[in-house]
Every structure is written in structure tokens, then in C-alpha cells.
């Protein structure tokens, strides 16, 4: 039965809570600055290839600058301040991510091209709760488990991708200030508003000059960042072809290094699961943030006694989804994040049907401008298949199928990555069985995607190592090595 569709009318957010520079500078020592050796580029709107602004980039003498501001700082206020005083930085620091939260969220949506849905009820929300949580680690240190008198390691360099701009910001600057460092941070270079709105917020909290310094570019910045020997951290989150490289640049400085990277997370369905409640935590596990999610669940188990059900039902909730402008808060699937990205979606998709895999995607119209890319869905995918190995980064799902819980297992940790995996069934017994023999960072069970401050996330084998989040994410900031 198919039920009917009611078209909605626009119902779009207004743009004019944000206030878009027409250029943006560096930010290095608490202010806004030219670049010494840098350039410009410009970052655009993927869902209408709208040019929003002029961004600074940081040549190597301007990562050197922003590294040597970190140290003093580190070195003169924030190492040495208490806790309890830091805390209430990070505190305030959250407070007006919340309070400029609608000005965030359509900042990121415009930069980013994901709905203001997701940017609204989950970036900014998440990004503040962050901050807060780590608040209310700064002053507990002590008591986190890493000895009686944990210390920071120094400046730490962070390089974020651009698949969550302002959540991945978060995720690197709450734990590595709440702990006494200091950062400079290079945001992507296809999304580097809303890092430096968080640069403003900063100034707002009156965080001390030098404490988080921002230098957005292309991959090059990056590079000169994680090669600076001023470090005495890099964290790293994006591909695992470049966090390789960093790895074996780094191998050894005596730096410290986490890399959260890449993964191809198996989504796994029981026979017994509850069909309506998979079926919508499968969408939720690849179309969120159209697919473009390190732990997204791109490949789908289905037990084999109802992948047809499985298919059929999926089938018909991919017909409901509606793709379009970013900004209307009735849109499920907005753009993909550049050209780049969309090509290799297009070549990996294509791939699959060469291989002899079934595509399938709903009847949808794709806007003239921008870059999209409708839900697809891939039936009759055997392991072999690119599909079924490597990590598209994309609103595709591949299908595939298994008839024991070994099987399951054995197919799951067929594959390089380890970040995340599913599992749907209504027994408690199955879920501890197959948690304990899946090869994932995470396990979700009966749900997807779900994140939350005091959970640590991270990955195994190509997907990286370090835990990010939780107590466990102090530790990548401190001292000493914890194998406790
Ligand atoms: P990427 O090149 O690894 O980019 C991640 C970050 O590293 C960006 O800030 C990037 O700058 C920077 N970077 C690039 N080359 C660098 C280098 N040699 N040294 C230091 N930093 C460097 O990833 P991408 O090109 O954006 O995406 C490629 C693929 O990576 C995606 O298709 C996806 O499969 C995967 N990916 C994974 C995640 C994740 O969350 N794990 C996130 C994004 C992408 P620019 O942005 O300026 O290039
Ligand atoms: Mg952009």
C-alpha cells in the first residue's frame, strides 16, 4: 500500500540572522588577521554554487605565527590557571554557541549544503553540549582516572574535515582546553565559516589571546600545521589516505597523534528485529548528512528470510524523502559538499552497476544548480564488489545479505575499517553476542548514529586510533600514557 503524498509548501529558514562577511582574515592571537604568506580562497554555497564570502588562507609563516601564539599562551596563562577558572570559559564559551545557535546552524547549512534540520537539531546542539561537558571535566581533572596530577601536553594542531565544520571543531577544542592546552585548528577548506564564528564566540568569552587559533586553506595549510615541530600534539579527522601520511610524517617526533578516519560500517538486521523502527534507523544510519558520515551504515545486512520485506519497506520510505533547498525545514536530503565529493559518489556508484549490482533510487528531481545526489539503493551486492568495500561517502547503501549470526560477524568485519556497526534484533542476548565480536569503535544497538559527549567514539584497524569524547577523550590532552 502506498500512502499519499501531500505536498508541503516552502517553509524556509530566513538567512538574514547571519551576517556574512564579505572577507574573512585569520585568526591568530585573539584577532582577525591578514595573511603573511597565505592567499585567498572562496567558499561557496553547494546547493547553489553561490560564492558567500573570501576567506584568508595561512602560509607556512602564518601557521608559524599562530603556533608560537599558542605556545606563549599555553606557556603564560592558560597552563598555569587553574581548572575551575578554565572551566568557566568553556562554560561560557558553550552558553553563546547556544544562544547563537539559529545563527550557527543557517551559517553551516549555507556553507556546508546540509538541512537546517540536521544543522539545528544536531551540529549546534551537540557542538554546545561538548563544550559543556568538558566544562565540567576541567576542574575534576585530578580525579579523571590519569593520576593525581595530570598535566597538558602543550599546543595541540587540529585538522577537521568538512562533513560536520562546527561539531568536529567542537569535538577538538573542548577537551584539549578543558585539559590546559592550547590550538591552532585548520577548519576544510570547503567549510570554514562556522569556525570562524566560533572564532568570534571566542572573543565574546573573552577566552585569553592565543588560546584557540584558527588558520583556514586548502590541504597545504593543513600539512605545513601537522609538520610544524612547535607541536606537541596533532589531531587529525578526515581520509585515511592523508591520516597515513601523517602518521608516517610523524613517526618518531615524540609527537602525539590520534586520527579519526575513514569506515564502511555494517548495519545489521535479525529476522526479528522491528521492521518499521530498522527501516527508519537504516535511512537515518546512511542518508544523515546525505551520507557523508565517517560511521555512516553504508553497508546493509539483512538476514535473509526478509531482506525482501526489508527492501520493499526501505523502497518506500526512499520515496517519501524530499530533497531540495537546505534551508527549508522540511528537507531531508540537501546538497553534497562539492563537486569533488559528488564525482566520486557518481564514479563509485557507477562502479557498482558495472559490477552487476541492481541500482535503485526514487523518482526525484535534482535542482538545476549545486551538487546532488538522490538516495540510491544497491540490491544483489556481493563483498567483492567496490560497493560493498570502500567508503563512498555518500547517500548510497549497499545491500547485502546473511543467514547466521557467524555469518553476520564474519561479513561485518570483512573490511579494513572499524569505526562503527548496527544491530538490529529484539534479543538482549544477541545484541551483547554480536557487540562482543564486531570489530567497531562503536555498536549501536536498536538505533544509529547516536552521539553524545560522554561517549567516546573512535576507531579500529584503517579507521584510526584515540577515542574522542567521554573520560576517555582527556586522555589524548594529557601527560603519561593510561592503559588502564
Ligand atoms: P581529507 O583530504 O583527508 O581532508 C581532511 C582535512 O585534512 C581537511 O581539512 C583537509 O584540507 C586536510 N588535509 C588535506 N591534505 C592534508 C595533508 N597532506 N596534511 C594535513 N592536512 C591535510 O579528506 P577530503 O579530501 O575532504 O575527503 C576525502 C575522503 O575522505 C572522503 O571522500 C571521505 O571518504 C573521507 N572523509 C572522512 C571523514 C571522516 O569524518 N572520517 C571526513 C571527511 C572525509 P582541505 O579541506 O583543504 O583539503
Ligand atoms: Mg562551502
Known sequence: MTSPRFPYAPAPESRAVVNLR????????????????????????????EVLAEVSSAGPADVDRAVRAARRAQEEVWGP????????????????????????????????????????????????AHFFYYAGWADKLA?????????????AGQVIPWNFPLLMAAWKLAPALATGNTCVLKPAETTPLSALLLAEILQQADLPPG?????????????????????????????????????????????????????????????????????EGIVNGIFFNQGQVCCAGSRLLVQEPIVEGVVEALKRRL???????????NTDIGAINSSAQLDKIRRLAASGE???????SPAC????????????????????????REEIFGPVLSVLTFRTPEEAVEKANNTPYGLSAGVWTEKGSRILHMAARLRAGVVWANTFNRFDPASPFGGYGESGFGREGGRHGLEAYLEGSFDA
Request: glycine share 12%; net charge negative; proline share 8%.
Open 22 to 49: 564579505a572577507s574573512y582574515g585569520l585568526f591568530i592571537d585573539g584577532e582577525f588577521v591578514s595573511p603573511a604568506d597565505g592567499g585567498h580562497f572562496k567558499t561557496e554555497n553547494p546547493s547553489s554554487q
Open 81 to 128: 590557571m587553574p581548572g575551575r577558572e578554565r572551566a568557566k570559559y568553556l562554560f561560557r564559551v558553550a552558553r553563546i554557541i547556544q544562544e547563537r545557535s539559529r545563527e550557527l546552524a543557517v551559517l553551516e547549512t549555507l556553507d556546508n549544503g546540509k538541512p537546517i534540520k540536521e544543522s539545528r537539531d544536531v551540529d549546534v546542539p551537540l557542538a554546545a
Open 143 to 155: 580525579y579523571a582516572g590519569f593520576g593525581p596530577h595530570p598535566r597538558p601536553l602543550g599546543v
Open 211 to 279: 588560546v584557540v587559533n584558527i588558520v583556514p586553506g586548502a590541504g597545504d595549510t593543513g600539512a605545513a600545521l601537522v609538520a610544524h615541530p612547535g607541536l606537541d600534539k596533532v589531531a587529525f579527522t578526515g581520509s585515511t589516505e592523508v591520516g597515513k601520511q601523517i602518521q608516517r610524517d610523524l613517526a618518531g617526533t615524540g609527537r602525539r597523534l590520534t586520527l579519526e578516519l575513514g569506515g564502511k560500517a555494517a548495519n545489521i538486521v535479525f529476522e526479528d528485529a522491528p521492521l518499521s523502527q530498522a527501516v
Open 319 to 329: 520515496d517519501t524523502l524530499r530533497l531540495g533547498d537546505p534551508l527549508d525545514k
Open 354 to 360: 558495472d559490477e552487476g549490482a541492481q541500482r535503485w
Open 365 to 388: 528531481t535534482l535542482p538545476d544548480r549545486g551538487y546532488w545526489f538522490p538516495p540510491t539503493l544497491f540490491t544483489g551486492v556481493v563483498p567483492a564488489q567496490r560497493i560493498a
